[in-house]
């Protein structure tokens, strides 16, 4: 079992940046893939993106790709998303997760989830 805590949203205007942090508890971070998702209001939840257990591979949405960066410290239990060059599109709850698989984009394959937390980009 994995408990994930996401932090660090908030309100930032277009051009700035973020970085969340999501603090893993329980047995076996160091076992499992990470990933970032969002949801927009009225819209499905979406992948971000994703690390493997020991940050050799990386995957990203091609909505991020250039401007997000995923990281993870084993040693701290925690899974960064830097978020760089903010647009308002970007504009959504974001949520980490936790998979048994080596690393993977898609939502069903995510075991564990956090209760996200809240980034508004404003024009």
């Known amino acids: 079992q994995v408990q994930l805590v996401e932090s660090g949203g908030g309100l930032v205007q277009a051009g700035g940046s973020l970085r969340l942090s999501c603090a893993a508890s329980?047995?076996?971070?160091?076992?499992?893939?990470m990933g970032w998702f969002r949801q927009a209001p009225g819209k499905e939840r979406v992948f971000v993106a994703a690390?493997?257990?020991?940050?050799?591979?990386?995957r990203y949405a091609d909505t991020v790709k250039g401007r997000f960066t995923i990281s993870r410290d084993n040693a701290k239990n925690t899974v960064f998303l830097q978020m760089n060059s903010l647009k308002p599109e970007d504009t959504a709850v974001y949520y980490c997760?936790?998979?048994?698989?080596?690393?993977?984009?898609?939502?069903?394959?995510?075991?564990?989830w956090g209760q996200g937390t809240q980034v508004t980009v404003s024009s």
């Open positions: 997760a936790a998979s048994r698989m080596l690393i993977t984009t898609t939502l069903n394959n995510y075991n564990y």
């Open positions: 690390i493997s257990w020991n940050g050799s591979s990386l």
């Open positions: 329980g047995r076996g971070f160091n076992s499992y893939a």
